[in-house]
Structures are given as structure tokens and as C-alpha cells.
């Protein structure tokens, strides 16, 4: 089974390495191991483990039920926490995508996956946008999920040195997207 079948909120797997979340499998058949990602510098590693199994892995995250399936002709880059399930051989790298740059706050890990396909487990459904030359797209910065192209540039309006030392307020944090790319969308959390 190369690709994964997907029913009932689910990802079935076969046999072989798979890339899973956190807390995967929810339940496999037959003999399987669940091990973390090596490497000395590997910002995922806290999202995404190593699945080796023989017979079928099933695949589900209770607090995102929506399993979106993305099949990519390009390099795709994925938000690390919310991938349930991808071929091994196709991560390809990592790196941490900075909303305010040069601070950690509202950071997250980012997947790069070669030619292939992802299975994205998210809050709400997911739309698919097509950007063409020269266009931009704005998205909330949690509700990217992934993304075809360059990494988007963060925008947080006006920040302050005090707010990315001592944050005290929510800062309405964005990502522009610059075209030709393809970007994967969530629903908004309302905050």
C-alpha cells in the first residue's frame, strides 16, 4: 500500500516507515515500532516520529478530526504538528519558521517533504488557494497548514523590543504568502 486509504478519520497504512505524529499509531496490526527522528539539529522532532511497521497502522488524532490529503508535483513544506502521516523517504529537511524574526515567540517547526504526498490532520477543514504571480495572501499564522514555494514572511503590525522580550499582550500575528504557490488553509481559532 503506497498511499494511505482514509475512511471513518483515519489514515491506513501498510507495511513499511512511515513519518507519524506524536501519539501515533492508534492502533496497528502486527509487529511494529515507534521510534524518533535522528539527527543533532532536528526542529520536528517533537511533532513527527519514525513508524517501522509490517502489517496495516492506523492512524488518527482525536482533537483533529479533519484528515486532509495533499498530493504535491512540487516540494512541499507542511506545519511539523500537524502531519499524521507521510512516507519517510520523502522528508527531505527541516527548519523553524519565525512570525517575529530573531524570537522564538509564535515560532513553529516546518516539515519540507520532496514530490510526493502528506496526510495533514487538522481542527476544521481545509481549502485549497492558488496563487498566481504577483498575488498575496495573508493567513492567520495558525491557520497555515502547508504551503508549495517560498516560506511566507511573518507580519505582527507593530512590534515593540518590549513585546518580543516580555510579551504581555496577543499580538495579531500574520503570514503573507507571495505567488506563484499553492497554500493549504484552517479554519480560524476566533482568537
Known sequence: MNE????????????????????????????????????????DRRYLSVLENEG?????????PFLTH?????????????????PMDARKSANILRVIPLSFRDAFPVTRFGIGWAVMATASRVK????????????KHGSAVAWTGKDPVGVA???????V???????????????PQVVWVEGSDGV
Open 4 to 43: 494511505p486509504l482514509i475512511e471513518n478519520g483515519f489514515a491506513v497504512t501498510g507495511a513499511g516507515a512511515w513519518l507519524i505524529g506524536r501519539g501515533q499509531p492508534a492502533a496497528a496490526a502486527g509487529k511494529f515500532s515507534v521510534k524518533g527522528l535522528k539527527g543533532f539539529v532536528v526542529p
Open 128 to 139: 485549497r488557494i492558488v496563487l498566481e504571480e504577483g498575488r498575496v495572501l495573508c493567513v
Open 56 to 64: 496495516e497502522a492506523y492512524l488518527s488524532a482525536s482533537s483533529r
Open 165 to 179: 522580550l516580555i510579551p504581555k499582550r496577543k499580538v495579531s500575528l500574520l503570514l503573507d504568502f507571495y505567488g
Open 70 to 86: 495533499i498530493t504535491s508535483v512540487e516540494a512541499l513544506s507542511a506545519v511539523s504538528s500537524k502531519v499524521l502521516a507521510a
Open 157 to 163: 503590525g507593530r512590534v515593540k523590543l518590549r513585546d
